[in-house]
């Protein structure tokens, strides 16, 4: 699966992207929002991983406007964040049905999280 990871933290980005790789998926790594969605008008992805607390663009408005532009549907976009699951970001992504993935976090739940929506159920 080739996975668009996107987190302004060069060493976030690049250690979820080694894991995702270590799963057996292609990671792409983008330092931003606005990085990512030209990639995503040049290149077709499967899964777009995307860190919410971002300058300029940031992951709950990429998520968004990728929905929006029909790059990836709903089911393969994961947020990223240390924020607080009570933080009002959080609390729209999950109302969206966006799922959320907190930092820290290990390999089992990217691996998780990097399943299609049918198998995440299970």
């Known amino acids: 699966m080739r996975v668009l990871v996107v987190d302004d933290e060069f060493e976030v980005c690049d250690v979820t992207a080694?894991?995702?790789?270590?799963l057996g998926h292609t990671a792409v790594r983008c330092?931003?929002?606005?990085?990512?969605?030209?990639?995503?008008v040049d290149d077709p992805y499967d899964l777009l991983i995307a860190d919410i607390?971002?300058?300029?663009?940031n992951g709950v408005d990429l998520i968004a406007t990728t929905i929006a532009l029909g790059y990836l549907p709903k089911r393969r976009t994961v947020a990223l964040t240390g924020l607080d699951f009570e933080h009002k970001a959080v609390q729209r992504l999950t109302a969206?049905?966006?799922?959320?993935?907190?930092?820290?976090f290990e390999l089992s739940a990217l691996r998780w999280a990097s399943r299609p929506l049918r198998q995440r159920s299970r």
């Open 18 to 22: 080694k894991m995702l790789e270590a």
């Open 31 to 40: 330092l931003s929002g606005e990085e990512a969605l030209q990639r995503m």
């Open 53 to 57: 607390n971002m300058p300029g663009m």
């Open 96 to 104: 969206e049905k966006i799922f959320v993935l907190f930092k820290p």
